[in-house]
């Protein structure tokens, strides 16, 4: 089945400058992929996705790219701020009757 | 808020206890999906329901079970409870699964001592 790798699992930036974190999956089927957003305590939330039929995305300080023939896809976030700090997951689906298949988290701290 | 609703917020029990955590998903959502949380670690999927039906099953332990009703709320039951189950319990729902957003509830900790 479906496998999403996510690195690194901890990421340390200084304000102010570029963080990058990256996903590879397994399937080549897969054609939704997106990245939620957990603060200290809270709940998960969705902060940008992509399908497979375009290779980026953009909103705002942060976008996502996606590689579909080396399977893989990043987030990444510029002009980083003290509240990016927060674990990011990236997921992956093959679509609407499929499950969204979970990476395990990357802890971004921002550095001030 | 996200629109999905958690009770309780915090749960404290024995070794060996049973407990039901609660979801309300979001007005219209069809699909609640429940994830555990331990300390640090990632989202560990453990079951999804879509109007009523179990869609798909994930690292769940034998000893959890859970249902979603007809008015589509849904409930986890942790039985025989162990040390190890303590964490956070997230319920999530969405529209369908795959490829729509999911939104998640404040969550459940539990404490098991």
């Known amino acids: 089945g479906e496998n999403v790798e996510q690195h690194p699992s901890t990421l340390s930036v200084q304000e102010g400058d570029s963080a990058v974190i990256k996903c590879t999956y397994s399937d080549s089927a897969s054609n939704y992929f997106p990245w939620y957003k957990q603060e200290l305590g809270k709940r998960p939330q969705l902060i940008i996705d992509i399908r497979s039929n375009v290779g980026e995305k953009k909103d705002q300080r942060i976008a996502v790219t996606l590689n579909k023939t080396a399977k893989h896809f990043s987030l990444h976030i510029t002009e980083t701020q003290p509240e990016d700090s927060a674990v990011y997951f990236c997921?992956?689906?093959?679509?609407?009757?499929?499950?969204?298949?979970w990476g395990a988290g990357t802890k971004l701290i921002i550095k001030p | 808020d996200s629109g999905v609703t958690q009770t309780p917020k915090h749960l404290i029990t024995a070794t060996g206890q049973r407990v039901t955590l609660r979801c309300s998903p979001r007005?219209?959502?069809?699909?609640v999906y429940w994830y555990q949380q331990s300390l640090d670690q990632g989202l560990q999927f453990l079951i999804q329901?879509?109007?009523?039906?179990?869609?798909a099953k994930g690292n769940i332990l034998e000893r959890f079970s859970a249902q979603q009703f007809p008015d589509l709320h849904s409930e986890l039951n942790l039985s025989s409870l162990e040390l190890g189950d303590s964490a956070l319990y997230f319920c999530a729902s969405s529209a369908d699964q795959g490829t729509y957003e999911q939104y998640f509830g404040p969550g459940t900790r539990l404490t098991v001592t």
């Open positions: 329901y879509y109007n009523g039906e179990e869609r």
């Open positions: 007005s219209g959502d069809l699909s």
């Open positions: 997921a992956a689906s093959k679509g609407s009757n499929y499950q969204l298949i």
